[in-house]
């Protein structure tokens, strides 16, 4: 499992008037990987799920969800990965068969920003994690490389190793640590992709229903939740019958005598002196009386 904290722009507030973020927490649960016919890497029985909220909130959340498609008691090995956030190691309270591991995507981008202008102690590092060197080892790179950097290169190394430190029990040469990797690429396909447009703003409210819909779409169950809701909305329709004509009856003497009261008020052209003319007896046709 890999967890991930996205933020999208929200709403202006009320009050102040800037804009506020809305923090999606993603959580996304797989088998491993495997290879399609085509060469790929695809995640084997992928599921995600997105909640809006506190972090243990949203673990818990998700642990729910992703129950319904494993059973946690029959899990006997499970690989936790994230950036290093104190909210995702909340899982391995629910999970006791379950190991932290810090993310690969991060720990290299790590790297590249703390060493960026010394290629030697990058590789060094590189080699000494890649063989599960203890903290010892790697803390004597980092003091080399700091003593060899300058200005704001220093500051860089120091703040590397203060995060490779404290994030030291998750850095692992573990075999189970390379299958992660995959949530920054899923935040982007299942999230931000529709929800970080140039322009895009949202309430919470809103903000948590398309992130619940994205995450349907993702996990195949969008079609199966929409035919539920489409049944429930519709209303059966009784089929129309068609006529070839429209019956009526012959009005009766009352009714005639009522039409034509009404027809001398309101058009006396049919009983005045021009009642012989051409276009009364048109008008006279129109109105539906048969007079002489």
């Known amino acids: 499992m890999e967890f991930d904290e996205l933020f999208v722009r929200?709403?202006?507030?009320?009050?102040d008037g800037k804009k506020e973020r809305i923090a999606l927490m993603h959580?996304?649960?797989?088998?491993?990987?495997?290879?399609d016919r085509q060469g790929r890497t695809m995640l084997k029985n992928r599921r995600v799920h997105v909640a809006v909220g506190e972090g243990t909130e949203a673990i818990e959340e998700a642990l729910a969800a992703f129950a319904g498609v494993w059973d946690w008691s029959r899990v006997t090995q499970?690989?936790?990965?994230?950036?290093?956030?104190?909210?995702?190691?909340?899982?391995?309270?629910y999970l006791p068969n379950a190991a932290y591991r810090l993310d690969p995507f991060h720990l290299k981008r790590a790297l590249r920003r703390g060493l960026q202008h010394d290629p030697e102690a990058h590789q060094q590092l590189g080699e000494a994690l890649e063989a599960g060197k203890p903290w010892a080892e790697v803390k004597a790179i980092l003091d080399a490389a700091r003593r060899r950097a300058r200005g704001a290169d220093r500051d860089r190394v120091r703040e590397l190793a203060t995060y490779l430190e404290n994030q030291w029990e998750g850095i692992v040469a573990d075999p189970?640590?390379?299958?992660?990797?995959a949530m920054e690429a899923q935040n982007y396909h299942v999230l931000a992709r529709r929800m970080k447009r140039r322009g895009a703003a949202w309430s919470e409210r809103g903000a948590r229903h398309l992130a619940r819909l994205?995450?349907?779409?993702?996990?195949?169950e969008l079609d199966r939740y929409a035919m539920q809701a489409w049944r429930r909305?519709?209303?059966?329709?009784?089929p129309a019958t068609r006529k070839s004509a429209v019956l009526r009856q012959s009005p009766t003497l009352a009714e005639l005598e009522d039409a034509a009261k009404w027809l001398r008020a309101r058009i006396p052209a049919l009983y005045g002196p021009h009642s012989d003319g051409e276009w009364v007896r048109v008008l006279r046709q129109l109105a539906g009386l048969l007079v002489a």
Do not use: F, M
């Open 78 to 93: 499970c690989t936790v990965g994230g950036d290093g956030a104190p909210w995702i190691r909340k899982a391995l309270e």
């Open 176 to 181: 189970a640590a390379r299958r992660l990797g």
């Open 233 to 238: 909305r519709q209303v059966p329709s009784q």
């Open 10 to 15: 929200g709403r202006r507030h009320r009050e």
């Open 214 to 220: 994205l995450a349907a779409r993702a996990n195949g």
């Open 27 to 35: 959580a996304l649960a797989y088998e491993g990987k495997e290879t």
